[in-house]
């Protein structure tokens, strides 16, 4: 029985590295396999997390949770450390991410491709799978040197649309919807946004800073409530840090189709030295001013804030209150409630759709209600499965999304070693 896999990227690799089985073939378009996984965490691949309470705030739907219970992060980490990637956990504001030991992600891609090769699995690198016809019960592959190949089973391991020059560039969805499947349309997720202050549009941030904060978004209408504290990260007229890719997963959709969006950020919980304390009320932060405005009675109010929170935001925080005083000594209580404001209630709108180049994963994919989730087989077309990010499955920043391409390969491959 022959059996192709459409792309070599974490899901492809993880798959052929566990089915020891000669009739398999990668057909990977680049000249080598992972070329996204070997970019995954900056070059260190956090590849999942200890993290899986309250998966419906981690994944995008059942079907995903459902999949991750089948081979869950426990399983990924043995997986792992048997073919020789030792796992450390970094713990960041009380998330535990799992990287390799080595810091390396090009160890979880040696390590891997170790085993596909042990397997036995032939790799065509260089072949861009065009097209894909289903005729009496085979897949007859079109590729684009115009090579024809033909299988009794096949994988669709073709990535999303992100990062297209790492080879995935949504080619698989067509495929799959010549196939017969339906596809949800695919957005950007997990990416930076480009935001204005919504209190005064023509106000511009200074240059680039890095601040800890508490990122809102709620939308009573999509039943949508979002709260995270983290780093941000303001660049020119662009937002991110781990927080505003995760909100970003929640309100491309609506970008896309014309929605601005309102978001709020709360300076106050990064003034605070443990960032469980979070729920520091508006009345601390104003009798924090309070108290420094009697310190600082010689100071220019351009300097006030000095010290405070980053140069750049204290100048917007500044602007936005519209002080008309020179000296501290001026402030009045009015004013330092007006700043109080601006600090704990930083309103920003986003409306620009974000595109794929700065996406980490694409929201979207392949119709999950289409694909048999204890195997991942189409209920389409026989013999023909899903793994990765293809499918309609998205989770958060924290090694979410490669467990889930682990997972769905592993699923798969549990299938062929029946
Ligand atoms: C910069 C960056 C950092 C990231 N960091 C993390 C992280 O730290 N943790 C985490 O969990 N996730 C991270 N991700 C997301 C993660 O990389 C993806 O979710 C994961 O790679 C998806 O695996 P996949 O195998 O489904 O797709 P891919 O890894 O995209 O692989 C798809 C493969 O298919 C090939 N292909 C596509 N179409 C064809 C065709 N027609 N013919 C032949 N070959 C084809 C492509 O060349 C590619 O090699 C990151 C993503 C990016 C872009």
Redesign the pocket.
């Known amino acids: 029985m022959r059996i192709g896999i ?9 798959l052929a590295a566990q089915v020891n089985n000669k009739d398999i073939t990668i ?4 000249n080598k ?5 070997l ?4 070059g ?5 997390n200890l993290n899986f309470n309250d998966l419906n705030n981690k994944y995008n739907n059942d079907f995903a949770i459902n999949i991750y219970h089948q081979f869950d992060n426990i399983s990924f980490i043995d997986f792992f450390n048997n073919i020789g990637v030792v796992s450390k956990v970094e713990t960041h504001k009380g998330i535990n991410y799992i990287y390799p030991n080595s810091n390396k992600a090009s160890s979880v891609y040696y390590c891997l491709l170790d085993r596909i090769n042990n397997n036995g699995v032939d790799v065509i690198y260089n ?4 097209n894909v016809k289903y005729i009496d019960e085979k897949f007859c592959i079109a590729l684009d040197d115009d090579r024809n190949l033909v299988f009794d089973k096949l994988v669709l ?4 649309k ?2 297209g020059n ?4 949504g ?2 969805y067509s ?1 799959a919807k010549k196939l017969g499947h339906t596809i949800i349309t695919p957005t950007p997720g ?1 990416t930076s946004l480009k935001y204005n202050f919504s209190d005064n549009v023509e106000l511009k941030l200074n240059g680039k800073c890095r601040v800890n904060a508490k990122v809102s978004y709620n939308s009573y209408k999509d039943n949508v409530f979002f709260e995270e504290y983290g780093e941000i990260q303001f660049n020119d007229n662009t937002i991110s840090g781990i927080p505003i890719l995760n909100l970003s997963n929640k309100i491309t959709r609506k970008l896309i189709n014309s929605e601005a969006v309102h978001i709020t950020i709360d300076f106050s919980s990064s003034l605070l030295y443990n960032y469980e304390q979070q729920l520091i009320s508006k009345e601390i932060v104003k009798s924090t001013l309070n108290s420094r405005r009697q310190n600082t009675l010689y100071r220019n109010v351009r300097d006030f804030l000095c010290g405070y929170l980053p140069d750049e935001i204290n100048e917007v925080v500044l602007k936005l209150s519209n002080l008309k005083k020179i000296r501290v000594s001026e402030l009045t209580d009015d004013d330092i409630d007006k700043l109080t404001n601006h600090i704990v209630k930083f309103n920003l709108t986003i409306s620009e759709p974000p595109n794929f180049d700065n ?3 694409t929201l979207g994919g392949v119709n999950t209600e289409e694909i048999d989730v204890n195997t991942l087989e189409s209920k389409i077309i026989k013999g023909l499965y899903f ?4 499918i309609d499955i998205d ?1 958060i ?9 682990y997972s ?2 592993s699923i798969i491959a549990k299938v062929f070693k029946e």
């Open positions: 459409i792309g070599g990227g974490a899901s492809g690799m993880m057909i990977e378009r680049n396999l992972g070329k996204k996984l970019l995954t965490g900056n260190k691949c956090n590849f999942t072949s861009l799978v065009k391991a073709t990535g999303g992100s990062y790492t080879g995935s560039d080619i698989g495929i997990l996406a980490q994963i793994s990765g990010e293809v989770g920043c924290g090694g979410y999304n490669l467990q889930l391409a769905t390969a």
